[in-house]
């Protein structure tokens, strides 16, 4: 099966910057996309940014500019450079992985990210 692992998360001052990644394993023979995504207490789940095989990138407008998404294929990891980080960015951050031919989706448990002064 596939497990998705996140790391990196933490409490950092608005301003400061954070890398989050995210480790694929088990068995996966082609990827289609990975991405981020974020849930805020009494929020419901929204994407932050996504990167597809071929290296084609979309990012929520409130993070256009400021977050970076990179992927390791041989890795089969996906990171999120965050860069003047804001409260309003406070949440929970989930990975996820599709695979290509079935569709498939796949979820990490999540990396907190807590924005505050």
């Known amino acids: 099966q596939v497990q998705l692992v996140e790391s990196g998360g933490g409490l950092v001052q608005p301003g400061w910057s954070l890398r989050l990644s995210c480790a694929a394993s088990g068995s996966i023979f082609s990827i289609s996309v990975m991405g981020w995504y974020r849930q805020a207490p009494g929020n419901q789940r929204e994407m932050v940014a996504t990167i597809t095989t071929g290296g084609s990138t979309n990012y929520a407008d409130s993070v256009k500019g400021r977050f970076t998404i990179t992927r390791d294929n041989a890795k089969r990891t996906v990171y999120l450079e965050m860069n003047n980080l804001k409260p309003e960015d406070t949440a929970v951050y989930y990975c996820?992985?599709?695979?290509?031919?079935?569709?498939?989706?796949?979820w990490g448990k999540g990396t907190l990210v807590t924005v505050s002064s």
């Open positions: 996820k992985l599709v695979t290509a031919f079935s569709a498939s989706e796949y």
